[in-house]
């Protein structure tokens, strides 16, 4: 299975997370995991997920959630998890 | 897994410090487009590169929308034309013909360069290969993404005297043509030592004859990753410093390979190597310069620099090596002046000069790269610059490379401007004393003892 990884990062504010999870729950984008801090009053999110049940296409997923993300005032990147384990695993 | 550090961490290299995918370069052999008719041949040349390649730039987008990194170009390296054309160019406008055609097909397919028009004249030239060469002038005016180079030395076989000297004339030549956009024409023109034959770098890109028919070649770069994981450990001692460096480019040519095995998966085209640069942009925080500055000089240029830039070199190749399969190009520090705006600083500044450029070369991963000298200069000076270089291409069984550019009607304390990723670059003195007997001679410079390395 391969994962994508989300990263949200912008000024803190109610309902991000319910936001992003709203829109993945309605395109059955699976959660596996989601750590989260607030580094000087900035909301820092990444939440490993598995897209194999959606039917968008990847570069849609992309730009709704970027969307998405424009909407709150928050960045969200969308990327496939081998970027990060190709760089920080051997 | 994955934890959320290290996921900030790549994303603040991409964001912040410039990491990019400098380029998806697809290799392709035209040795099947030969043909003894100029109008067939030229037909085969875009077919078969059309037909390679028109899926390159969607793929190379898409790689770039799954991982959210940038890949800043996508560009295509072919055979030498001089090889390819030798059997229909009867003139240097058949030449020119393929040019076009070349020309034509790298915008019908979406990259913005397409290198290989080329000769390999590093112990003689052919009858067509000298009719390359004296196309390039022309071919370099009448197209805009075509790039031109020409091996004129190697360690094996030393360095072909009469192509060094016909090739300052081109120079010239190229200059003259394209003076009013201040001699553009050889930003795309290189003179090469040892050239790699997998290179996806330009100017100098061919594909090599040694290569298979199609190819993927990826080079990445990363300047600004480096310099600012070396904010991080100033004043510590050089066993820190180069380890830094070494995990730096370790990360860097990870994102290479994984872009490089994903684009060969998705063109079906066979993974050739991954260059692992440090391949400079005008922009700012993307300098090879200001990696020197953070190792300790006040500008590029002060006594310190070759030790410096050995010593980066030396790490990228060493940290980078083990992050891929297959390395290979040019592979190291690129130290181009226009390029690179840590380096034009340094310049203005009076810090760097063409002497000590040369003296870097010897350490660097290529040559003098995209200095802008006054239109004045004589081609025999040109050709004295390239001898040089050659030289210490030759006897340091490494590549080098001259892209000079004489700027029509401009001088020291004028400036040539490109602009994109070739820059803007003020014009540098040199030496104007005359070698016009020794670049006259004609004839080769023997290939060099291969023992009693002092």
Known sequence: MKKTIITVVGKDTVGIIARVCTYLANNQINILDISQTIVSGYFNMMMVVDTNQCTKDFGSICEELDQAGQEIGVAIKCQKEEIFDSMHRI | MINIYEVNETNKMI?????????????????????????????????????????????????????????????????????????????????VSIAKTLDKVAGDVGVNILGGYSALVAKGMTRADELLIRSIPQALSQTSRICSSVSVGSTKTGINMDAVKLMGEIVKETAELTKDEDSVGCTKLVVLCNPPDDNPFMAGAFHGVTEA??????????????????????????????ETIKKTAFKVTRVGQLVAKEASRLLDVPFGIVDLSLAPTPAVGDSV?????????????????????????DQVKKGGIMASSYVGGLSGAFIPVSEDQGMIDAVNAGALTLEKLEAMTCVCSVGLDMIAIPGKTKATTISGIIADEMAIGMINQKTT??????????????????????????????????????????????????????
């Open chain 2, 15 to 95: 964001e912040k410090e410039n990491l990019d995918v400098r380029t998806i370069t697809m290799g392709i052999s035209l040795l099947d487009c030969c043909d003894s008719d100029l109008k067939i041949c030229n037909e085969k040349i875009y077919q078969k590169i059309y037909e390679s390649a028109k899926d390159l730039v969607k793929t190379g987008e898409a790689i770039s929308r799954e991982f959210g990194i940038p890949i800043v170009n996508k560009r295509i390296s072919v055979t030498p034309i001089a090889l390819v054309g030798g059997s229909c160019c009867k003139t240097p406008e058949d030449f």
């Open chain 2, 213 to 242: 028919d199609r190819i993927i070649n990826v080079g990445v770069s990363g300047p600004g990753v480096v310099k600012t994981a070396l904010e991080k450990v100033r004043g510590e001692n050089f066993e820190v410093l180069c």
């Open chain 2, 289 to 313: 310069a200001d990696i020197l500055c953070e190792i300790g000089l006040e500008h590029a240029g002060a006594p310190g620099t070759t030790a410096a830039l050995a010593l980066l070199n």
């Open chain 2, 401 to 454: 490379a001259v892209r000079v550019m004489p700027v029509v009607g401009k001088d020291v304390g004028d400036v040539a401007q490109y602009g994109g990723l070739f820059g803007y670059a003020p014009i540098m003195p040199v030496n104007e004393f005359s070698c016009d007997a020794f670049v006259n001679r004609g004839g080769r410079i023997p290939a060099p003892v291969h023992s009693f390395k002092n």
